[in-house]
């Protein structure tokens, strides 16, 4: 199977071993993966905060960019829910990019569903004897439904002890834009995220989506904290 591997700006900018490990697992999976340089921001920044002719013009040339792929996947649920859920909003004026929209989202997924649910595989060799939470992310939960796919992931790494935290299922407050509008809510709600994981004994704070990781590995890194963050792809491919 063909495979584009669609890298967020975040990963871009200051986690690039988010996409190299991302490739890494899929091409343990039997993928042929392939990276287009001509791609850009999925344009949630910017559909966020309100400037919708700026997203539909970075959107819009995402959808010329891979034809020659059966799968696009990014390590991702927020840039994921971009374009499955919002590019149909983006372009509902637009009949000949609406149907490549649907036509992209058809064949776009995160990371871990696409693990789970297209190459049906859960044990990826993984080796990790610590203990581990999960947070999950707002996008990839609310909008895209993906909650027990990277649990599965998880629990067939060998040696893990993974623990769930206390209202896993809160917003860790960045929010994208969020957490600069609001930055005295989205710092106590990271806060709070944190506190929770170190009260389940968690060693490692995981995530799917950079965002996340970053934002709450500020907080911990200020309050000195004993707790460390992991991204999923960087976590499936350790051997320890």
Do not use: W
């Not at 890298?7 to 988010?18: A, E, N």
């Not at 919708?52 to 390590?75: I, K, S, T």
């Not at 581990?132 to 992310?137: E, F, G, I, N």
């Not at 909650?147 to 790494?157: G, I, M, T």
């Amino acid at each position: 199977m063909r495979v584009g591997l669609f890298i967020t700006c975040l990963g871009d900018q200051f986690f690039p071993q988010v996409g190299e490990q991302t490739a890494k697992l899929l091409r343990r999976v039997g993928a042929t993966v392939s990276f287009n340089s001509a791609q850009t921001c999925c344009g949630q920044p910017a559909f966020n905060t309100g400037y919708g002719e700026e997203a539909r013009a970075v959107a819009a040339r995402n959808l010329e960019l891979f034809d020659d792929v059966d799968y696009v996947v990014a390590p991702s649920g927020s840039c994921t829910s971009m374009v499955r859920v919002f590019y149909q909003e983006l372009f509902a004026d637009d009949p000949p990019r609406l149907a490549k929209a649907e036509q992209l989202g058809k064949k776009f997924y995160e990371l871990s569903e696409f693990l789970v649910n297209v190459a049906h595989v859960e044990d990826v060799g993984a080796s990790f004897p610590h203990r581990v939470t999960y947070h999950d992310a707002c996008h990839l939960l609310r909008e895209l439904g993906v909650e027990d796919e990277p649990r599965r992931l998880l629990r067939a790494v060998r040696g893990i002890e993974l623990v769930e935290m206390q209202d896993f299922k809160l917003c860790c407050g960045f929010g994208g834009t969020f957490s600069v509008k609001f930055p005295e809510v989205s710092v106590a709600m990271a806060a709070d995220k944190a506190r929770a994981a170190l009260e389940a004994g968690a060693e490692y704070l995981v995530a799917n989506d950079s965002g996340c990781l970053m934002h709450l590995a500020g907080t911990i890194h200020r309050e000195r904290l004993p707790l460390k963050t992991l991204h999923l792809a960087e976590l499936l491919t350790q051997q320890e």
